[in-house]
T-cell receptor
């Protein structure tokens, strides 16, 4: 079946630096990719929606200048956390869909990336 | 404003018995509902879904029930197995819009 892969699985970075997380759809063209953040013992909170070739749509309260999202191709979206701080430490998950009105079997989640800012 | 809520943060069930996880929503526009299973530091795994035109969907040990008038859905797992221990999230969407996740319920199956 379709697979969405995230890289890195985990990353530790120093406060003030930037870190990039990649989300790749391995065997299908993802017209839409979503980025979520999950704090420990909390729900998955949608950060932004990105469509290939256009600017990402950010959810209320998410700083677009801090969380840069690029969806330059149909198989790759990147999330860059700029000037990271310890409060940005979280589990980041992407998902990808293909076509209109996706269902449970056509919404694919990555394995997630654990970011720790020290 | 939490549009999708799971009021039980945790649930413990004896192995072999039925597990019932509940989810309530407030947005009447939602027309598609999903259940996901999730382990720590992993992405969610899709379990089962239901369209708003149905009130029940069954897949093996998993059955989802939808009560639109009450804006309530539930996931039944029977019989429960130790491997079912995980956090379960319900999610909802309408049309091409984003998924909105519930707060999650940690299910523990007691051997």
């Amino acid at each position: 079946g379709a697979v969405v892969s995230q890289h890195p699985s985990w990353v530790i970075c120093k406060s003030g630096t930037s870190v990039k997380i990649e989300c790749r759809s391995l065997d299908f063209q993802a017209t839409t990719m979503f980025w979520y953040r999950q704090f420990p013992k909390q729900s998955l909170m949608l950060m932004a929606t990105s469509n290939e070739g256009s600017k990402a749509t950010y959810e209320q309260g998410v700083e677009k200048d801090k969380f840069l999202i690029n969806h330059a191709s149909l198989t790759l979206s990147t999330l860059t956390v700029t000037s990271a701080h310890p409060e940005d430490s979280s589990f980041y998950i992407c998902s990808a869909t293909q076509g209109a009105n996706p269902t449970g079997n056509t919404i694919y989640f990555g394995e997630g990336s654990w970011l720790t800012v020290v | 404003d939490q549009q999708v809520k799971q009021n039980s943060p945790s649930l413990s069930v004896q192995e072999g018995r039925i597990s019932i996880l509940n989810c309530d929503y407030t947005n009447s526009m939602f027309d598609y509902f999903l259940w996901y299973k999730k382990y720590p530091a992993e992405g969610p795994t899709f379990l089962i879904s239901i369209s708003s035109i149905k009130d029940k969907n069954e897949d093996g040990r998993f059955t989802v029930f939808l009560n639109k008038s009450a804006k309530h859905l539930s996931l039944h797992i029977v019989p429960s197995q130790p491997g079912d221990s995980a956090v379960y999230f319900c999610a909802a969407k309408f049309g091409n819009e984003k998924l909105t996740f519930g707060t999650g319920t940690r299910l523990t199956i007691i051997p």
